[in-house]
């Protein structure tokens, strides 16, 4: 789904009062059902849309104080630079002109859009085969309005095992996981991730956050899932591929996969794993283009699949030549 597409439902329900589908569809040239999504979409993003149900309705912006820019309301305005905002999906042109609408917004808007512009950031891979949160987390929305807000929030929160404990946290970003939801916050030990749908409370202070100096979301997002990455996948193989198979190793092994330098007319490269024997089963098959070379365990684990391989099938060539 396009931000673009997101921005102009928005400025067209603030330019008509009122639009159906039926207008989205044609305005956007898509269908219908596209149409409803796009104004599910805006709902979801914190857009205070409703739908009006019956013979003259349709979908509106809720009431309320209005700016001077295209009518936009403070809620409004943020949830705009939230959809977004640098570190989501919007295209560059997109991107561009908020940079200057935010310059337009009379104040106090200005803060909190800038703000909620610099306070997302959208992840599209997901870890594990979870279960998918169907709906956002409760306590979403009074999460990231602290954050926009710049306030210190007490969390209450349950961990894995189910232990309830309540801190009061500096949030600094929030993170769309694929479907799951996660806090970036300052505690008393140090910067901590907390899955936003096991948070039980979520109280706003009016205490200011602790902001890190030169705090930057993405980079910050970038470090935390790198080290998830390494906790969970903790083995790492070291080989050699010929140039040309890379994008079959990538396909087969994924982001686990760091091509490095030219050696010898082939490519070093690290593939990260769960296992030791979960890695050689992955490699085994791409023999004809992969030499690893370490660590020895996995070695061991590829000569004990090769000699299983050839028990069970080796004698397949023999019949083949008899039948032929």
Same mark, same amino acid.
């Given at each position: 789904m396009g931000t673009d597409r997101l921005v102009a439902v928005l400025l067209l329900l603030q330019?008509?009062?009122?639009?159906?589908?039926? $207008?989205?569809?044609?305005?956007? $040239?898509?269908?219908?059902?596209?149409?409803?999504?796009?104004? %599910?979409?805006?709902?979801?993003?914190?857009?205070?849309?409703?739908?009006?149900q019956g013979r003259g309705g349709g979908w509106r912006l809720v009431g309320g104080a209005r700016t001077d820019l295209s009518g936009l309301t403070a809620g409004e305005a943020r949830a705009l630079f939230l959809v977004a905002g640098q570190a989501t999906a919007a295209t560059p042109a997109v991107k561009a002109a908020l940079r200057k609408l935010v310059q337009a917004l009379p104040e106090p808007f200005r803060g909190q859009a800038e703000a909620a512009s610099s306070s997302l950031v959208v992840d599209p891979?997901?870890?594990?085969?979870? =279960?998918? $949160?169907?709906?956002?987390?409760?306590?979403?929305d009074e999460v990231q309005d602290a954050v926009i807000r710049g306030v210190r929030v007490r969390l209450g929160y349950a961990d894995r095992a189910g232990a309830e404990t309540v801190r009061t946290v500096d949030p600094l970003g929030i993170?769309?996981?694929?479907p799951s939801w996660?806090?970036?916050a300052g505690t008393e030990a140090g910067r901590r991730t907390f899955r936003i749908d096991r948070v039980w409370?979520?109280?706003?202070?009016?205490?200011?956050?602790? =902001?890190? %100096?030169?705090?930057d979301l993405a980079e910050s997002w970038r470090e935390i899932a790198d080290e998830v990455d390494r906790k969970r996948t903790p083995v790492e193989v070291r080989a050699l591929c010929v140039p040309?198979?890379?994008?079959?190793?990538?396909?087969?092994?994924g982001d686990r996969l760091e091509v490095g330098a030219a050696a010898g007319g082939r490519v070093e490269v690290v593939i990260r794993g769960?296992?030791?024997?979960?890695?050689?089963?992955?490699?085994?098959?791409?023999?004809?283009?992969? $030499?690893?070379?370490g660590p020895p365990g996995v070695l061991e684990h590829l000569a004990s699949i090769g000699t299983a391989l050839a028990a069970r099938y080796g004698g397949l060539s023999a019949v083949t030549e008899l039948r032929g």
């Open positions: 330019r008509r009062g009122q639009v159906t589908a039926a $207008e989205v569809a044609r305005e956007l $040239e898509v269908s219908e059902r596209t149409a409803r999504r796009y104004l %599910d979409a805006l709902g979801m993003a914190g857009v205070p849309v409703y739908s009006v891979g997901r870890w594990g085969a979870g =279960r998918v $949160e169907q709906r956002p987390p409760r306590f979403l993170v769309a996981k694929g996660y806090l970036v409370s979520a109280e706003p202070t009016d205490e200011p956050v602790e =902001r890190p %100096d030169g705090f040309h198979a890379t994008g079959l190793l990538r396909m087969v092994v769960y296992s030791e024997y979960a890695l050689a089963g992955e490699l085994a098959g791409l023999v004809d283009w992969l $030499e690893v070379t």
